[in-house]
Nanobody, 119 residues
Framework: QVQLVESGGGLVQPGGSLRLSCAAS????????MGWYRQAPGKQRELVAT???????TYADSVKGRFTISRDNAKKTVFLQMNSLKPEDTAVYYC?????????????WGQGTQVTVSS
């Protein structure tokens, strides 16, 4: 059974920083892509950033220059460093991973972690 467990959310003032982490565990052969998505109240879930096993990164335009995604392949963990946070970054952040396991290859999601940017 594959699981993704996130940590690092919380309340921060505008202009502040947070670092999210997501660790994958279970019967994993390889993790092709890991990423972060977010969903604000009343809005659809949207892509924030992704990173491949080779280190190629993509970012939503709204977070470019402020957020940095990274991963530790050995620890099967992805990180999201969020700087210069804005109130509009407030959302539940979800970890996502495209995982090849011993039985199949599919997307997995974490349970979500709340990020609130407010003074």
């Amino acid at each position: 059974q594959v699981q993704l467990v996130e940590s690092g959310g919380g309340l921060v003032q505008p202009g502040g920083s947070l670092r999210l982490s997501c660790a994958a565990s279970g019967s994993i052969l390889s993790i092709v892509v890991m990423g972060w998505y977010r969903q604000a109240p009343g809005k659809q879930r949207e892509l924030v950033a992704t990173i491949t096993s080779g280190g190629s990164r993509t970012y939503a335009d709204s977070v470019k220059g402020r957020f940095t995604i990274s991963r530790d392949n050995a620890k099967k963990t992805v990180f999201l460093q969020m700087n210069s946070l804005k109130p509009e970054d407030t959302a539940v952040y979800y970890c996502n991973a495209d995982i090849l396991s011993y039985s199949d290859r599919r997307d997995y999601w974490g349970q979500g972690t709340q990020v609130t940017v407010s003074s």
